[in-house]
Antibody, heavy 121, light 112 residues
């Protein structure tokens, strides 16, 4: 079964850059059928799609984040990454990575376990 | 893209059936049969339970069913069981200029 695992700092200072990595195991990130996405969930709130990358490097971003976010892929490490610039307390959330499709398999499955990132000085 | 609208909470007794609504717009739920539902237990990652409006992944109980009418999708849990107590979140594909996905705010299901 494909597994995803998020990693990165749990505490980021305001105005700095949040950086997270998702490692894919028991499967390859080089699948033509799937995309790799980041979703977040602020405490007590709903889920929010942030952005998505394809193994060839193409990306899509939510308009809510587009100017602050970069999603990238490293196929040699079977990983993809998220960077959010100029963070504020509003970026405090559990960040999840997940596999999904667009033309087919257009749902999020599986998900990583999630990692809590707190923005605070 | 605005979030999909779900009721904050729904409750039912064991054995009963409950239905959770998920209301979007003609740009998302109304345009695509690409609604998915997720079950989220406390402190856990979401788990896919319905995809493409009404299909169940292998291993998901047939007590879970999905449907859609116009801009509103629905999740029904039949024969409610204590282990069904969780948050349920809907999601829809919503293409504008580029691919986009919107989620609902989640519905807390309580088994009385």
């Amino acid at each position: 079964q494909l597994q995803l695992q998020e990693s990165g700092p749990g505490l980021v200072k305001p105005s700095e850059t949040l950086s997270l990595t998702c490692t894919v195991s028991r499967g390859s990130i080089n699948s033509p059928l799937y995309y790799w996405g980041w979703i977040r969930q602020p405490p007590g709130k709903g889920l929010e799609w942030i952005g998505t990358v394809y193994y060839k490097g193409s990306t899509y971003y939510s308009s809510s984040f587009k100017s602050r976010v970069t999603v990238s892929v490293d196929t040699s490490k079977n990983q993809f990454s998220l960077k959010v610039n100029s963070v504020t307390a509003a970026d405090t959330a559990v960040y999840y990575c997940a596999r999904h499709g667009i033309q087919s398999n257009n749902w999020f499955d599986p998900w990583g376990q999630g990692t809590l990132v707190t923005v605070s000085s | 893209q605005s979030a999909l609208t779900q009721p904050a909470s729904v409750s039912g007794s064991p054995g009963q059936s409950i239905t959770i609504s998920c209301t979007g717009t003609s740009s998302d739920v109304g345009s695509y049969n690409l609604v998915s539902w997720y079950q989220q237990l406390p402190g856990k990652a979401p788990k896919l339970i319905i995809f493409e409006v009404s299909k169940r992944p292998s291993g998901v109980s047939n007590r879970f069913s999905g449907s859609k009418s116009g801009n509103t999708a629905s999740l029904t849990i039949s024969g409610l069981q204590p282990e069904d107590e969780a948050d349920y979140i809907c999601c829809s594909y919503a293409r504008s200029m580029t691919p986009n996905w919107v989620f609902g705010g989640g519905t807390k299901v309580t088994v009385l």
